[in-house]
């Protein structure tokens, strides 16, 4: 069975730019969460998506949004990049009942300059 | 919302020794504690969890304990090998969801 996939693997953009992002998620997976990874501030939350519907939202700035289609799969973008945006972006994938195990794609890595 | 501190952020053990991992969170309704590991260049993987009813769960040479009234949390390697170098986060789950908050990770360090 396949695993969460991620694209594009790397990015590279320039300040003022935006980026999407695409995960798709294991089959039957219905929720999809999204982490930016960055050196010392380990894995921080953005946001969830359930059913198409975000269900939970972590302390990111509006520029940072997302959305879920009816086949799971699921998209993040980032609008007007800046340099702090440079990061590694998971997602991870699971069947939503919660508390439950999270698989976990391998990552955008996203570079802006 | 919910926060957690993880401690020690970096961890350097002899071979054989055993690790200790302590994490505390926030919100009192969290009720689902994973820990996850990271390989260098690799997807974080869950390596065991513990529920909220439950105080202290093994799987082998790894533990995780539970005091809900501190709200803290641990993980326990024994007879650490090297493979057991990685990066270890803990996390806490968010109310009506599969969303996690996790700690900033500890790098573990097993030399031979």
């Known amino acids: 069975k396949a695993g969460v996939t991620q694209t594009p693997r790397y990015l590279i953009k320039t300040r003022g730019q935006q980026v999407t992002l695409s995960c798709s998620p294991i089959s039957g997976h219905r929720s999809v969460s999204w982490y930016q990874q960055t050196p010392g501030q380990g894995l921080q939350f953005l946001f969830e998506y359930f059913s198409e519907t975000q269900r939970n939202k972590g302390n990111f700035p509006g520029r940072f949004s997302g959305r879920q289609f009816s086949n799971s799969r699921s998209e993040m973008n980032v609008s007007t990049l800046e340099l702090g945006d440079s990061a590694l972006y998971l997602c991870?994938?699971?069947f939503g009942g919660g508390n439950e195990k999270l698989f976990f794609g391998s990552g955008t890595q996203l570079s802006v300059l | 919302g919910e926060n957690v501190e993880q401690h020690p952020s970096t961890l350097s053990v002899q071979e054989g020794d055993s690790a200790v991992i302590k994490c505390t969170y926030s919100d009192s309704a969290s009720n689902y504690f994973p820990w996850y590991k990271q390989e260098l260049g690799k997807r974080p993987q869950l390596i065991i969890d513990i529920r909220s009813n439950v105080g202290e769960k093994k799987d082998q040479r790894i533990a995780v304990t539970l005091n809900k009234t501190a709200k803290h949390f641990s993980l326990h390697i024994t007879e650490t090998q090297p493979e057991d170098s990685a990066v270890y986060f803990c996390a806490a789950s968010i109310q009506a969801g599969t969303a996690l908050i996790f700690g900033k990770g500890t790098t573990l360090s097993v030399s031979s």
């Open positions: 991870a994938s699971s």
